[in-house]
């Protein structure tokens, strides 16, 4: 079975650090680009950004860019969404999905709050 | 950047027939978009109905199905059913940028 299977539940303070994971298992992990999507309260999905294990090509929504890191590690078929420092407006619920034209499966998504 | 747009919200009745729209701010959208449409239900993970325009997944239901219609990628319900109260999300592909793009998504009321 494809299955991606991401890190759990995160409560942060602002300014403080975070990476999250994604694990991918049932398919050849560093053949298939993989996305981030971030869902705010209340509101609808916003694409992130990709990466492509095999050779970690990258690319961020223009939203997204430098606001947030997405890497991956094929070695161990884990992707990641990393911040160097939270702000509150980071609060939201983050999917990863696999695919670039055919976006499936995805993750269960992980909660990430960042609150005083 | 690209800004897709779908409709804020439609009503259907059970039984009925409902066409949701996904437009692209850069203009027509085609099948080199790679239209995927989600459906997601309060509290739950996005659900993938439809990838690269009209193509189904094994578990999406035949009422469902997607097309390009008039410039513009559309995902119809075909006897509506209740439990097809939801939100649903098309993504649109630009493969010059390798970047996607949501649509606002629209909330579907069954009634």
């Known amino acids: 079975e494809v299955q991606l299977v991401q890190s759990g539940a995160e409560v942060k303070k602002p300014g403080e650090s975070l990476t999250i994971s994604c694990k991918g298992s049932?398919?050849?992990?560093?053949?298939?680009?993989i996305g981030w999507v971030r869902q705010m309260p209340g509101e609808g999905l916003e694409w992130m950004g990709i990466?492509?294990?095999?050779?970690?090509?990258?690319r961020y929504s223009p939203a997204f860019q430098g606001q947030v890191t997405i890497s991956a590690d094929k070695s161990i078929n884990t992707a990641y969404l990393q911040w160097s420092s939270l702000k509150a407006s980071d609060t939201a619920i983050y999917y990863c999905a696999r695919g670039a034209t055919t976006v499936d499966p995805w993750g269960q998504g992980t909660l990430v709050t960042v609150s005083s | 950047q690209t800004v897709v747009t779908q409709e804020p919200s439609l009503t259907v009745s059970p039984g009925g027939t409902v066409t949701l729209t996904c437009a692209s701010s850069?203009?027509?959208?085609?099948?080199?978009?790679?239209p995927n449409w989600f459906q997601q239900k309060p509290g739950q993970t996005p659900r993938p109905l439809i990838y690269?325009?009209?193509n189904k997944h094994s578990w999406t239901p035949a009422r469902f199905s997607g097309s390009l219609l008039g410039g513009k990628a559309a995902l119809t319900l075909s006897g509506v059913q209740p439990e097809d109260e939801a939100e649903y999300y098309c993504l649109l592909y630009d493969g010059s940028a390798r970047l996607s793009v949501f649509g606002g998504g629209t909330k579907l009321t069954v009634l």
């Open positions: 690269s325009t009209n």
């Open positions: 850069t203009g027509a959208v085609t099948s080199d978009n790679f």
């Open positions: 990466t492509y294990p095999a050779d970690s090509q990258t």
């Open positions: 049932g398919y050849s992990f560093a053949t298939y680009w």
